[in-house]
Nanobody
Framework: QVKPVESGGGLVQAGGSLTLSCAASETIFSFNAMGWYRQAPGKTRDLVARIISAGFTDYAESVKGRFTIFRDNAKNTVYLRMNSLKPEDTAVYYC?????????WGQGTQVTVSS
């Protein structure tokens, strides 16, 4: 059973930075895509950033230029570096690993940005 494990969330002031980690229980080469989603209270879970197996990346418009998704193949870990954080970035952030149409979610990590 694939179970991504997120870490790195917390409370930060606006303008600050955080780096989220998503550790996979197996080699990340086996996944077609790896991504980060977020869900704020009362809102839908939306894509923040993803990286596909070929190395291409895709970002939500609201985070372009501020967030960077990258991976460490040796550690089977996907990261989300978040800079210039804004209060509207406050949400639970979820890691998602996709393999041949099967989607695996982590438990989520809370990110709170104070103004």
């Amino acid at each position: 059973q694939v179970k991504p494990v997120e870490s790195g969330g917390g409370l930060v002031q606006a303008g600050g930075s955080l780096t989220l980690s998503c550790a996979a229980s197996e080699t990340i080469f086996s996944f077609n895509a790896m991504g980060w989603y977020r869900q704020a209270p009362g809102k839908t879970r939306d894509l923040v950033a993803r990286i596909i197996s070929a190395g291409f990346t895709d970002y939500a418009e609201s985070v372009k230029g501020r967030f960077t998704i990258f991976r460490d193949n040796a550690k089977n870990t996907v990261y989300l570096r978040m800079n210039s954080l804004k209060p509207e970035d406050t949400a639970v952030y979820y890691c998602n690993l996709d393999r041949s149409g099967n989607s695996y979610w982590g438990q989520g990590t809370q990110v709170t940005v104070s103004s």
